[in-house]
Nanobody, 115 residues
Framework: QVQVMESGGGLVQPGGSLRLSCTASGISSFSSATVGWYRQAPGAQRELVAQIGESYTNYPDSMKDRFTITRDNGKNTVYLQMTSLTPADTAVYYC?????????WGQGSRVTVSS
């Protein structure tokens, strides 16, 4: 059974940084998986933050200057480094691990940016 778990969220001051982790267990070919970070703010739709494949990364234009996605296949983990955070980044951050034909979501990690 595949399980996806996010960690690293919490309260951070405006201008601060945070690194989220997404770890998958029960998956045999993690290195072949596409992993995406998404976020959902209260009252808003879930949106893509960053995505990483075997040999590429993808960011929406609004995210590419402050967010960096990396992976460590030996640990079945993908990281999201976030910098220069603002209150607008407050949301629940979700990880999605996709290995055709299946996709698996984690439960989310809450990030609150506030002074």
């Amino acid at each position: 059974q595949v399980q996806v778990m996010e960690s690293g969220g919490g309260l951070v001051q405006p201008g601060g940084s945070l690194r989220l982790s997404c770890t998958a267990s029960g998956i045999s070919s993690f290195s072949s998986a596409t992993v995406g970070w998404y976020r959902q703010a209260p009252g808003a739709q879930r949106e893509l933050v960053a995505q990483i494949g075997e040999s590429y990364t993808n960011y929406p234009d609004s995210m590419k200057d402050r967010f960096t996605i990396t992976r460590d296949n030996g640990k079945n983990t993908v990281y999201l480094q976030m910098t220069s955070l603002t209150p607008a980044d407050t949301a629940v951050y979700y990880c999605r691990v996709s290995l055709r034909p299946n996709s698996y979501w984690g439960q989310g990690s809450r990030v609150t940016v506030s002074s």
